[in-house]
Each structure stands twice: as structure tokens, then as C-alpha cells.
């Protein structure tokens, strides 16, 4: 069982920055590709970034085209952390974000159904 608690969020003007951050417990956190997803009202999930296991193309980063260079996804392994920075906010980055842990192969890694365990997410809003 692994349990995941988001922090970070808050409300920022456009072009601001914030660092969201994805406390796990449990074992195996090494093991894990650890995503980022995000839900605006009305909306469906959708898969902002991830980061694979080291055992998966070296623990490799991949982004949803909207947030390319603009977000950058992180994981400490030693600590049981996976960090999004987030530069240059715009008001549509405004949702519930969420952090995932999964098992997938790196060609489903931005997938929201094959993530095995979920945080309870923390609001984002960018304010134009």
C-alpha cells in the first residue's frame, strides 16, 4: 500500500511560479513511475507529466505538450518525493492537481487508468 500527499498549491497570478510536492509512504517508492495529473471542473483528468522508474529508460521525464517548457517534474528517491515546478502559470493551469504512483511500462506512463494508487490533490489557481 502506498499512500501519497500532494502540498504546494495555492493561487498566483499569470506568469508566477509554484512547486507542487508528492510525499509517498510505503515501500517501493523507487519502483514506481510517479505522474502528475490535473482535473478543472467539468473536465476529465488530464495527464500533465511523469516520470518513470529507474528500471524504465533510466527514469526518463514526459510531458503533456501544453506545459513544455514550463513544467518540470523531479523525484528524490532517497526521500520519497516527486516535485513539479511550474513556471510561466496560465489562468487555463487552473485545477485539482494530482499525484499518481503506477506500475505501467513507460508506453502507457501518461494514462490515467494505469495508475495503481492516488493523492488527494491540491487546488491550483492562476488568476489572469
Known amino acids: 500500500q502506498v499512500q501519497l500527499v500532494e502540498s504546494g498549491g495555492g493561487l498566483v497570478q499569470a506568469g508566477a511560479s509554484l512547486r507542487l510536492s508528492c510525499a509517498a509512504s510505503g515501500r517501493g517508492f523507487s519502483r514506481y513511475a510517479m505522474g502528475w495529473f490535473r482535473q478543472a471542473p467539468g473536465k476529465e483528468r488530464e495527464f500533465v507529466a511523469a516520470v518513470a522508474a529507474i528500471v524504465w529508460t533510466g527514469g526518463g521525464t514526459y510531458y503533456h505538450d501544453s506545459v513544455k517548457g514550463r513544467f518540470t517534474i523531479s523525484r528524490d528517491n532517497a526521500k520519497n518525493l516527486v516535485y513539479l515546478q511550474m513556471n510561466s502559470l496560465k489562468p487555463e493551469d487552473t485545477a485539482v492537481y494530482y499525484c499518481?504512483?503506477?506500475?505501467?511500462?513507460?508506453?502507457?506512463?501518461?494514462?490515467?487508468?494505469?495508475?495503481?494508487?492516488w493523492g488527494q490533490g491540491t487546488q491550483v489557481t492562476v488568476s489572469s
Open positions: 499518481a504512483a503506477g506500475t505501467q511500462r513507460v508506453a502507457t506512463i501518461n494514462y490515467p487508468d494505469t495508475y495503481n494508487y
